[in-house]
Antibody, heavy 120, light 106 residues
Framework: QVQLVQSGAEVKKTGASVKVSCKAS????????LHWVRQAPGQGLEWVGI????????SYAQKFQVRVTMTRDTSTSTVYMELSSLRSEDTAVYYC?????????????WGQGTLVTVSS | EIVLTQSPATLSLSPGERATLSCRAS??????LAWYQQKPGQAPRLLIY???NRATGIPARFSGSGSGTDFTLTISSLEPEDFAVYYC????????FGGGTKVEIK
C-alpha cells in the first residue's frame, strides 16, 4: 500500500533552517508528483510547493519562493523540503502529499506530518 | 490569488441528518475543486475531486456539486465518524484552500 513516512519533529531557532524528509513506498516513486502542505496550529492548510520525483523539477508558492528548496533522491524514494530563515510564523505541521495520478494538484495520500517549532 | 470562502464556519448537526457545506471562489475555477476531511491529529483525506468525483474508497453518502464559483459538499446522512473539519481546495490558478467548516455533534 502507498505510504509516505516523514521525519520527526524539529525545534529550531529563529533564522535557522530546517530540512524535512518524506520517504515514499508502495508505488513507483517517479510516477507521481509530491507536494508539501503546511498547517499552523489551529489553522487551515497552505500549499508550499511541488517536486517532480522523475526529473527533480520544482514549483513553489510565491510566498515561499526565496526560502524553500525541494529535492529528491530516487535511490531512496525520498523527497526533502528545506525552509530557511525561519521565523515564528513558520511553526506548523508540514505534510508531504502525493498528487493524484492524472490530476497532479489534488492530494490522494498524505504523510503523517512533521511538527516544526520555531522559537527565539 | 483565488480566495475560497467556506460557510458556515461551524455546522452543528445530529447523526443521521443531512449536511450541506458551501465553498465560494473569488473568481471562476471551472470544476477544479476538491474536498478534504480532517480529523484532529490526522492528515487530511481526499473525498471529492474535480467538484463531483468521489475519491477511491469514499462512501456514497458524500457527494459534491457545482461549477464556476459556487460549490457544495453534501453528506446525505451523517455517521458518527463524519464529524470533522472539511476543506475545499482549488487548482485552477495556483493552489489555495478554503478556511474550513467544522461539522460538530449537536
Amino acid at each position: 500500500q502507498v505510504q509516505l513516512v516523514q521525519s520527526g519533529a524539529e525545534v529550531k531557532k529563529t533564522g535557522a533552517s530546517v530540512k524535512v524528509s518524506c520517504k515514499a513506498s508502495g508505488y513507483s516513486f517517479t510516477t507521481d508528483y509530491l507536494h508539501w502542505v503546511r498547517q499552523a496550529p489551529g489553522q487551515g492548510l497552505e500549499w508550499v510547493g511541488i517536486v517532480n520525483p522523475s526529473g527533480g523539477t520544482t514549483s513553489y508558492a510565491q510566498k515561499f519562493q526565496v526560502r524553500v528548496t525541494m529535492t529528491r533522491d530516487t535511490s531512496t524514494s525520498t523527497v526533502y523540503m528545506e525552509l530557511s530563515s525561519l521565523r515564528s510564523e513558520d511553526t506548523a505541521v508540514y505534510y508531504c502529499a502525493r498528487g493524484l495520478s492524472g490530476y497532479v494538484y489534488y492530494f490522494d495520500y498524505w504523510g503523517q506530518g512533521t511538527l516544526v517549532t520555531v522559537s527565539s | 490569488e483565488i480566495v475560497l470562502t467556506q460557510s458556515p464556519a461551524t455546522l452543528s448537526l445530529s447523526p443521521g441528518e443531512r449536511a450541506t457545506l458551501s465553498c465560494r471562489a473569488s473568481q471562476s475555477i471551472s470544476s477544479y475543486l476538491a474536498w478534504y476531511q480532517q480529523k484532529p491529529g490526522q492528515a487530511p483525506r481526499l473525498l471529492i475531486y474535480d467538484a463531483s468525483n468521489r475519491a477511491t474508497g469514499i462512501p456514497a453518502r458524500f457527494s459534491g456539486s457545482g461549477s464556476g464559483t459556487d460549490f457544495t459538499l453534501t453528506i446525505s446522512s451523517l455517521e458518527p465518524e463524519d464529524f470533522a473539519v472539511y476543506y475545499c481546495q482549488q487548482r485552477s490558478n495556483g493552489l489555495t484552500f478554503g478556511g474550513g467548516t467544522k461539522v460538530e455533534i449537536k
